[in-house]
């Protein structure tokens, strides 16, 4: 099912949507070298695949951490030959020096069209000479609608699906293919495929039910529910449960996804709350969750289920307030809208040559030469200059600490 040009791209549509930066390579017939991270099962391979396909170049795969670098003399004779070729090499971030060093005359040329596939931060994991010769792009997990839409084309597809096989996916086993996976489409996929080919028929037809792709997938649904929405529903429950400080409440919807074996929903919801919800109120209680995230994540489940709780009961109890949400929606709001000016001139960049006489720089004060490193200056553009993004919430020692110091600089700095 993988795709065979561009516009069968399930999802990535920031990336090869209409007008977007690799659909404008493939039309325009000017690809460079990319890197594509993300998660895995979300579609790297497949925009490579489909790039070749429209382009009508040579597709290779290779592996930068299993395959020699003769694979790669051979890839390059190849281009050498017959012209550009383009090349998927996976799990890049683990590319040797002296591959690296073989390929990049290649990449310079042109012979080779690069696309390198991680799971890790290429700005982090991938060395300088190859990001420096490459774009790098983000490849997001795809959503429900996204791995339906997959789901439904691999069911009708006659050539490489099962198209020519009357099968009957019930409609609450589709909602549980497209959201147990979490944007990885590769495992719903092979969840499906499971399914059909283990699945006897009756009367020539296969009917997929819910239970059936609980058991392929490995992971049970919350609930058997008409409309799919009990995914929905409990994680919401679960953050306005800990908003509302009712650890036993939270630790029953924590309990439910854990049960269905949704892990990642539950940290991911857990980092949320932490942040949107006690915040300022109690900065350690969001540290704490992260440290108890990080390891519910190394020791998996069943064991996972200890620091969560810790965690939803340490949030519960924790003073809330949600003045960093609203300060930075504020902030944003004013962005969107335009309601914004010009930077102040002696906060601009003044590292180049000529910065001086554009009065980039001028009439700056470096708060560390100046008593307690302080010292009263214009920072917010003249247009916004008197604008109080921030306002403080008096629920916890912490953040009513932050207001004395808050309320005391605004002070200060209103007299300039």
């Known amino acids: 099912m993988r795709p065979q040009n561009i516009n069968d791209v399930v999802g990535q549509q920031h990336l090869v949507g209409p007008g977007k930066i690799i659909r404008r390579m493939v039309d325009a017939k000017l690809l460079s070298s990319m890197i594509l991270y993300g998660p895995p099962g979300t579609g790297k391979t497949s925009i490579a695949s489909a790039i070749a396909g429209s382009t009508k170049y040579a ?8 395959d020699s670098k003769k694979e790669l003399e051979v890839v390059v004779e190849e281009a050498k030959m017959s012209g550009t070729v383009i090349l998927l090499l996976d799990e890049i971030h683990r590319l040797t020096k002296p591959k690296q060093d073989f390929l990049l005359p290649h990449l310079e040329s042109g012979r080779i069209i690069l696309i390198g596939a991680t799971t890790e931060n290429p700005y982090i994991a991938i060395n300088p ?15 429900e609608n996204d791995i ?27 909602i549980h293919l497209s959201r147990a996976t979490h944007g990885d489409l590769r495992s719903s996929l092979n969840a499906l495929e499971l399914a059909v080919k283990s699945t006897p028929s009756e009367s020539e037809i296969i009917k997929i039910t819910l239970p059936i792709v609980e058991e392929c997938l490995q992971h049970k649904a919350l609930v058997q529910d008409k409309d799919g929405d009990a995914h929905y529903d409990v994680i919401s429950a679960f953050q306005k ?51 108890a ?11 996972a289920r200890i620091p969560l709780a810790v965690a939803v009961i340490d949030l519960c109890l924790s003073p809330k307030s949600n003045s960093a949400l609203n300060a930075i929606d504020s902030a944003l709001t004013d962005i969107e809208s335009g309601n914004y000016g010009e930077i102040p001139a002696h906060l ?23 008593a307690h490193d302080w010292v009263a200056q214009q920072y917010l553009p003249d ?12 629920n916890g020692r912490y953040e009513t600490a932050l207001e004395e110091q808050y309320r005391r600089l605004n002070k200060m700095q209103k007299h300039i």
């Open 348 to 370: 601009r960049d003044a590292h180049y040559k000529g910065a001086s006489s554009l009065g980039r720089g001028k009439d700056y004060l470096y708060p560390h030469n100046f």
């Open 383 to 394: 247009k916004i200059k008197t604008k109080e993004y921030y306002q403080p919430k008096q």
């Open 148 to 174: 339906k839409k997959a789901i439904n084309r691999a069911l009708n597809d006659k050539e490489n699906g099962f198209g020519n096989i009357n099968v009957v996916l019930d409609e609450n086993a589709l």
């Open 293 to 303: 995230v990080t390891a519910a994540e190394k020791i998996g489940l069943p064991e």
């Open 59 to 66: 597709f290779r795969i290779l592996n930068a951490a299993t």
């Open 241 to 291: 449960s800990i908003r509302g400080s009712d650890a036993n409440a939270a630790l029953h919807y924590l309990a439910r996804l854990l049960a269905s074996g949704d892990l990642i929903s539950a940290n991911r919801r857990l980092l949320t709350i932490a942040y949107e919800d006690v915040g300022l109120a109690n900065p350690q209680a969001a540290a704490r969750t992260v440290e």
């Open 129 to 143: 000479a190859i990001r420096s010769r490459t774009q790098i792009f983000e490849v997001k997990p795809l959503s």
